[in-house]
């Protein structure tokens, strides 16, 4: 069977990259690996554009599972420096939910996108069969703003400071603890803690905070591969090195002992609401404030330097080869 969850990255450039359909010349930036979000030149203007699965998960009351499966939405667009604007929603469900179960689900994502000042307008909703998992359609995302203005996780250039928010594995020990707490075999009050990360699960308002303080040269969301797979992909896009200190890298509570228990590197595990940013030399610690002023941990944890590879204390960091979260809920899901 085929590793679970993003196709590699061989894969993606031998099926997927040399198959694009037609060339069109407003397309400033088609797919790449590494780079979750597309651009069109319009008019002088760039749409930023994105497209990514949705994942409800009720066991976390259906109007937060909407708001959270939204925010992994909209931050790819969110990366960009470019607010996201417009949604179009495909929802596949399982014959399972309810029409309230729908009613407070939508409520979660239509309220959080007012929030965010995106418009929803275009989608598709119905139930069908066969559908018994929690991921139950995608959504593309636009955003609308200058093409100079735009950030990619390519961006990064020698002197640059390396800023990590959040820190590794929040979203993945939220979720473990949220879902299968007795399965994990900690004390209750280290649950408690760890099912708190589950609210660190939010991007999009980091990253435009981000952006507004200056000097951001790129950015990306450690999802998939974790903090190693994004910053392995930041440094080979830009052909650069990035040295890292691990001491200065945030760790939210509950997060090591989570990933103790399930036997997975925290680096390594998916943690959707992590940003991975680099700032010109000087402007790490301007975007740190920034984002401690909203709540966020943050900190400059290394600088990119000439050569290649990501570097951890002195030591090659290599990305996964898949996200090894993804056999844990596996195995939890059938147990």
Known sequence: MSDLGKIDRETFEDVIYPNLGRSRADVAVGPRHGVDFGVL?????????????????????????????????????????????HLAVNLTLPPSWTDDDLEACWRGIADHADRLGVSIVSGHTARYPGIDSSWVGGATVLGVGDREAIVRPDGAAPGDDIV??????????????????????LPPETVATAQERVEDIAAVADAREAFGAGGVTAMHDATEGGLAGGLVEMASGAGVRFDVDAERVPVAPGVAAVCEAVDVDPWTVTSAGTLLLT?????????????????????????????????????????????????????????
């Open 164 to 185: 990590v928010t959040t820190g590794p594995a929040a979203e993945v020990t939220g979720l473990l603890a949220t879902l299968y707490p007795e399965q994990l075999g």
């Open 279 to 335: 700032a010109e030399s000087g402007s790490g610690e301007a975007v740190v404030e920034a984002l401690e002023r909203r709540g966020t941990p943050a900190a400059v944890v290394g600088t990119v330097t000439d050569g290649d590879g990501v570097f951890v204390d002195g030591e090659p960091l290599a990305a996964p080869a898949s996200d090894p979260s993804w056999a844990v809920f596996e195995r939890f899901s059938g147990e």
């Open 41 to 85: 030149d319009i008019g002088g203007r760039a749409v930023v554009v994105a497209t990514d699965p949705i994942s409800i998960l009720p066991e976390l009351g259906w109007r937060r599972a909407g708001r959270l499966a939204l925010e992994i939405v909209l931050t790819d667009v969110a990366v960009s420096g470019v607010a996201p604007t």
